[in-house]
T-cell receptor, first 112, second 116 residues
C-alpha cells in the first residue's frame, strides 16, 4: 500500500516570506509521480506542481519549487515570496498504476 | 477551466432522500475518480472507473453507488441520505486515450450536497 503523510496540519507565514510544506510518502514502486495540489477557500482543486520520480532535477513553477529526495521518500514544497492568494489547503499526492493517494493536507495562512 | 464538468453545483435535500451527481470528464479521459470532502477535512477516495469498468474502491458506503457509461460520463448515486453525508463531492478525470499519461488528476468544481 502507498501512503502519504503531511505532518503539519496548519502553518502560517508572513507575506513576502518563504515557507516549506513537508510531505513524506511510502511506496515500493520505482516509477511514480508526485503532486502538490492547492485548494483555496473557493474549494477548487488546483495543480501546483508535478514531479516524475525518474527525474532527479527538482520541479519548479514560478514561486513554487520542490525538494524531492527519492531515497528518503520526501517531497517538500517551497513557496517563495508568499502572497495572500497562496492562503489555501495544500495536498501532497502520489500516483502510479492509475491510483492516487492524497495526504491529509496542510492549511497555509499567509498573513499581511 | 479543468474541462471536467459536475452537476449540480449545489444540492439541498432531506434525510432519507436519494440524489444523483453527474460528472463529465475531460474530453478523451478514460478514468474517473470520485472523492468526498467534508468541511475542513481531506479528500476521501470513494471509487474509480476506467473505460466503463470499476477499477478501485475506497471508503464508499453501501448506500452509495456509481457507474461510468459508454460515453465515459459518470454518475454517483447517494441514497438513504443522512446528515453526515453533507459534503463536497469531487469528480476528477485522467488518462487520456492515445496520449502520454502525465499522471495528473483534473478536478471538477465539485457538487456541494447539504442534507437537512
Amino acid at each position: 500500500a502507498q501512503t502519504v503523510t503531511q505532518s503539519q496540519p496548519e502553518m502560517s507565514v508572513q507575506e513576502a516570506e518563504t515557507v516549506t510544506l513537508s510531505c513524506t510518502y511510502d511506496t515500493s514502486e520505482n516509477n511514480y509521480y508526485l503532486f502538490w495540489y492547492k485548494q483555496p477557500p473557493s474549494r477548487q482543486m488546483i495543480l501546483v506542481i508535478r514531479q516524475e520520480a525518474y527525474k532527479q532535477q527538482n520541479a519548479t513553477e514560478n514561486r513554487f519549487s520542490v525538494n524531492f529526495q527519492k531515497a528518503a521518500k520526501s517531497f517538500s514544497l517551497k513557496i517563495s515570496d508568499s502572497q495572500l492568494g497562496d492562503t489555501a489547503m495544500y495536498f501532497c499526492a502520489i500516483y502510479n498504476f492509475n491510483k492516487f493517494y492524497f495526504g491529509s493536507g496542510t492549511k497555509l495562512n499567509v498573513k499581511p | 477551466d479543468s474541462g471536467v464538468t459536475q452537476t449540480p453545483k449545489h444540492l439541498i435535500t432531506a434525510t432519507g432522500q436519494r440524489v444523483t451527481l453527474r460528472c463529465s470528464p475531460r474530453s478523451g479521459d478514460l478514468s474517473v475518480y470520485w472523492y468526498q470532502q467534508s468541511l475542513d477535512q481531506g479528500l476521501q477516495f470513494l471509487i474509480q472507473y476506467y473505460n466503463g469498468e470499476e477499477r478501485a474502491k475506497g471508503n464508499i458506503l453501501e448506500r452509495f453507488s456509481a457507474q461510468q457509461f459508454p460515453d465515459l460520463h459518470s454518475e454517483l448515486n447517494l441514497s438513504s441520505l443522512e446528515l453526515g453525508d453533507s459534503a463536497l463531492y469531487f469528480c476528477a478525470s485522467s488518462l487520456p486515450r492515445g496520449l502520454a499519461n502525465t499522471g495528473e488528476l483534473f478536478f471538477g468544481e465539485g457538487s456541494r450536497l447539504t442534507v437537512l
